[in-house]
């Protein structure tokens, strides 16, 4: 699976490569409390981020759905 993040810094690319290289959420969260503090706040979005856009590519929205979204925004 590949997901693209776009607009990040430098930084909040280098903190999702190795978010993306953890096997568990149990290492994602021992990588990120062991960060200096002021990269935590970073990786916690980045992840966030992450979730995101790996639920945008597994979410469907079908005709009647986007016709019920645009009845309820107008």
Request: charged share 20%; net charge negative.
């Amino acid at each position: 699976m590949t997901i693209t993040l776009e607009g990040l810094t430098r930084q909040q690319y280098q903190i999702a490569d190795l978010l993306w290289n953890c096997e568990t959420q149990e290492q994602v969260q021992t990588l990120i409390q062991s960060m200096p503090p002021q990269y935590k706040q970073d990786a916690a979005v980045v992840h966030q981020l992450m979730i995101a856009a790996v639920m945008d590519q597994h979410t469907e929205i079908t005709a009647d759905v986007k016709d019920t979204i645009s009845r309820i925004c107008s």
